[in-house]
């Protein structure tokens, strides 16, 4: 697949202080990523990057090949921030017509309207006069007025509703079946497992994961198997002499067991011919992964975490 972001060494001083150190990872066309991590983990620095907003103070950092302050490369991104600032006399109809008369493949209001769920009404109304949520659905028409090959959304369903978030998530998924290249941050964990197929974490300036959700859940987050016990089901006791188990629970008609090996408890339970059913097996939580990474620190995090994934 084609290549559309590039960052090579990438690193990025401000005074004394490294905001981004070192970082070097690609993006394909087509990809969903999502980059995650703490406040001040370089996460907003390395985006300003590739926008070319900052520039290195090492390393490069190339759009579509090309350096992100080229017109062409301008011409063919969009951007979501967080806080969108328009001219607030203007109509909404007003303000999409101008920002779609800046490039050269615009979207038809039509379009806009179909995408990201504004309304006739909404057309008609003044910036200043606009709702929280109106003003989120403005900033991702505007994101969208060019028809960019490449998005960028920072934190873009803050303060959204249940269905106009469901409503931006399918639109990304309609946008990367056309080819769209997106990559946003977010505060809310679940949305990165549901929506990005690839997540990179920062944490003091560095890349400490780099992979799928399942990859990073499965690799570094706790586990549970559980099972309904049969007739002769084995004791607590005997199932915490299994190897890898950290905590035996029940809940309800299940037992649970917590392991940072599924595999290992599983050809045990099998082996000792276990009287037990229904045995499911699941993942940890992104949240989980989450914490577990960035509370570490150090050379040996970045040394674990890639041969974790």
Not at 32 to 59: E, F, H, Y
Not at 97 to 115: A, M, W
Not at 131 to 154: E, T, V, Y
């Amino acid at each position: 697949m084609e290549t559309i972001i590039t960052l090579n060494g990438v690193t990025k001083t401000f005074k004394e202080m490294k905001a981004v150190n070192d970082v070097a990872f690609t993006i394909k066309k087509g990809e969903i990523v999502a980059i995650l991590g703490p406040n001040g983990a370089g996460k907003t620095t390395t985006i300003m990057m590739m926008l070319g907003l900052l520039q290195p103070s090492k390393g490069e950092v190339t759009l579509f090949g090309s350096q992100p302050k080229d017109k062409k490369v301008k011409e063919r991104i969009g951007t979501m921030l967080q806080e969108v600032s328009v001219i607030d006399a203007l109509t909404v109809r007003e303000i999409l017509q101008l920002f779609r008369s800046y490039y050269p493949k615009s979207l038809s209001i039509h379009e806009l309207v179909t995408l990201t769920g504004l309304n006739e009404e909404d057309l008609k109304k003044r910036a200043d006069k606009l709702s929280g949520g109106q003003k989120r659905r403005l900033s991702f028409a505007l994101a969208l007025a060019g028809n960019p090959d490449l998005l960028f959304f920072d934190e873009p369903t803050v303060g959204m509703d249940i269905s106009s978030r469901r409503k931006f998530w399918n639109t990304v998924k309609e946008l990367q079946s056309k080819g769209k290249t997106i990559v946003f941050t977010t505060h809310y964990l679940q949305e990165a497992d549901d929506a990005a197929d690839r997540i990179i974490l920062f944490q003091k300036g560095k890349v400490i994961a780099d992979g799928t959700p399942v990859e990073i859940k499965s690799k570094l987050s706790r586990h549970t198997v559980s099972f309904v016990p049969g007739q002769y089901a084995p004791s607590f006791n005997d199932l915490r002499s299994i190897s890898s188990i950290t905590e035996v629970y029940q809940k309800g008609d299940r037992c649970y067991l917590v392991t940072n090996n599924s595999d290992v408890v599983l050809t045990e339970i099998f082996n000792r011919k276990l009287d037990v059913k229904e045995i499911l097996v699941e993942s940890g939580r992104l949240d989980e992964a989450f914490e577990q990474l960035t509370a570490q620190e150090g050379a040996d995090v970045i040394e674990n975490v890639n041969d974790a994934v």
